[in-house]
């Protein structure tokens, strides 16, 4: 019944369903929008479980993710939540590692091995990321009491151990997350997430994102628009790198795109009505389901891998959009209160 919708990839030399690229561009719109990230820990296994060679999924993707962040981000910019300078500074490092992740890419393709090694490297990070998460989530309560004996004993003249931290020299300041830390964590963390765009096909966000909240300190909010600013970026180069050696394929990119244009104006505005650990919680159990879908994927179980990744992405925009929607009504509601 679906064959009428399948179109010809002419790079990739294949048929492709175009209903199944609009709605992975709409899931990844909204959870991208929503969680600051390029979104291609869904995409890049879903396109090669669903058919696209690893790298004509790693290079479409990438093509896609570079369109959708100029969406994304000029929203969060104009609700404030973008880091300019962080972001700028994001460039360079980012930039070096796309260049040398593609490079390892095009190597493990001429012997045969990118798709395997591609799968488990997604496997480790997606597993192991989610379950810290998850645990930062769980024991928040905790280090909130803590915390809050810390200030007690302060308060009292009690004294208290000095906070360790990376202080190497030259320190930076960043006014708009209202943080100063060393720029070699800075450029270290954007230098590492670039390589895993390039290596990927991601934006690298699924790593940039936490990292900005855990090792760099930004608020989750400036965390989510400060990463989509990064993702652009490193997204335009990704496509650029991966265009010119025949690895994007172009029209499955424009169809993704036409779903991400909706879908990323309902994630960014869902921020708004989502606080902080809520928004970390549901992207610990989103990554968690891509890594159960690369691990599928990788025993074989392609069926199965697809309902996975395309279930829990489109089960996550509903989830996303029940909030919006709940966050919405409650706020009319308490203007009309007021009037």
Same mark, same amino acid.
């Given at each position: 019944?679906?064959?009428?919708?399948?179109?010809?990839?002419?790079?990739?030399?294949?048929?492709?369903?175009?209903?199944?690229?609009?709605?992975?561009?709409?899931?990844?719109?909204?959870?991208?929008?929503?969680?600051?990230?390029?979104?291609?820990?869904?995409?890049?296994?879903?396109?090669?479980?669903?058919?696209?060679?690893?790298?004509?999924?790693?290079?479409?993707?990438?093509?896609?993710?570079?369109?959708?962040?100029?969406?994304?981000?000029?929203?969060?910019?104009?609700?404030?939540?973008?880091?300019?300078?962080?972001?700028?500074?994001?460039?360079?490092?980012?930039?070096?590692? !796309?260049?040398?992740?593609?490079?390892?890419?095009?190597?493990?393709?001429?012997?045969?091995?990118?798709?395997?090694? !591609?799968?488990?490297?997604?496997?480790?990070?997606?597993?192991?990321?989610?379950?810290?998460?998850?645990?930062?989530?769980?024991?928040?309560?905790?280090?909130?009491?803590?915390?809050?004996?810390?200030?007690?004993?302060?308060?009292?003249?009690?004294?208290?151990?000095?906070?360790?931290?990376?202080?190497?020299?030259?320190?930076?300041?960043?006014?708009?997350?209202?943080?100063?830390?060393?720029?070699?964590?800075?450029?270290?963390?954007? %230098?590492?997430?670039?390589?895993?765009?390039?290596?990927?096909?991601?934006?690298?966000?699924?790593?940039?994102?936490?990292?900005?909240?855990?090792?760099?300190?930004?608020?989750?909010?400036?965390? !989510?628009?400060?990463?989509?600013?990064?993702?652009?970026?490193?997204?335009?180069?990704?496509?650029?790198?991966?265009?010119?050696?025949?690895?994007?394929?172009?029209?499955?990119?424009?169809?993704?795109?036409?779903?991400?244009?909706?879908?990323?104006?309902?994630?960014?505005?869902?921020?708004?009505?989502?606080?902080?650990?809520?928004?970390? %919680?549901?992207?610990?159990?989103?990554?968690?389901?891509?890594? %159960?879908?690369?691990?599928?994927?990788?025993?074989?179980?392609?069926?199965?891998?697809?309902?996975?990744?395309?279930?829990?992405?489109?089960?996550?925009?509903?989830?996303?959009?029940?909030?919006?929607?709940?966050?919405?009504?409650?706020?009319?509601?308490?203007?009309?209160?007021?009037?």
């Amino acid at each position: 019944m679906f064959d009428m919708f399948n179109v010809y990839m002419p790079i990739a030399e294949m048929q492709f369903n175009a209903l199944i690229l609009v709605a992975i561009g709409f899931s990844v719109g909204v959870l991208g929008g929503f969680f600051g990230v390029g979104g291609a820990w869904v995409v890049t296994p879903a396109l090669n479980i669903f058919g696209f060679p690893m790298a004509y999924a790693i290079g479409t993707d990438l093509a896609h993710i570079f369109g959708k962040s100029i969406v994304a981000t000029a929203k969060h910019r104009k609700m404030g939540n973008v880091d300019m300078k962080l972001g700028l500074l994001s460039i360079v490092g980012s930039v070096i590692g !796309v260049e040398i992740g593609a490079q390892n890419v095009m190597w493990l393709t001429r012997i045969g091995l990118a798709g395997p090694i !591609v799968r488990y490297t997604y496997m480790f990070l997606l597993f192991g990321l989610g379950i810290y998460m998850m645990y930062d989530y769980l024991t928040k309560d905790k280090r909130a009491a803590a915390q809050a004996a810390k200030q007690a004993a302060a308060r009292t003249g009690a004294p208290t151990p000095p906070r360790k931290a990376w202080n190497l020299p030259p320190m930076i300041h960043f006014p708009a997350s209202g943080i100063t830390i060393s720029f070699w964590t800075v450029t270290g963390v954007f %230098l590492f997430t670039g390589w895993l765009s390039g290596f990927l096909g991601v934006g690298g966000g699924f790593i940039r994102m936490p990292a900005l909240i855990y090792l760099i300190g930004c608020p989750t909010a400036i965390a !989510v628009g400060t990463d989509l600013f990064s993702v652009l970026f490193s997204g335009a180069y990704g496509c650029f790198t991966y265009g010119i050696k025949g690895r994007v394929e172009i029209i499955a990119a424009i169809l993704m795109l036409i779903g991400a244009a909706i879908g990323a104006q309902i994630g960014v505005t869902a921020v708004k009505y989502v606080r902080g650990y809520g928004i970390r %919680l549901l992207f610990a159990i989103m990554i968690l389901l891509a890594g %159960l879908s690369v691990a599928l994927k990788q025993f074989n179980l392609t069926t199965t891998a697809a309902w996975v990744v395309m279930c829990a992405a489109l089960g996550m925009c509903a989830v996303i959009m029940v909030k919006l929607w709940r966050g919405f009504v409650k706020e009319k509601a308490e203007k009309a209160g007021h009037l």
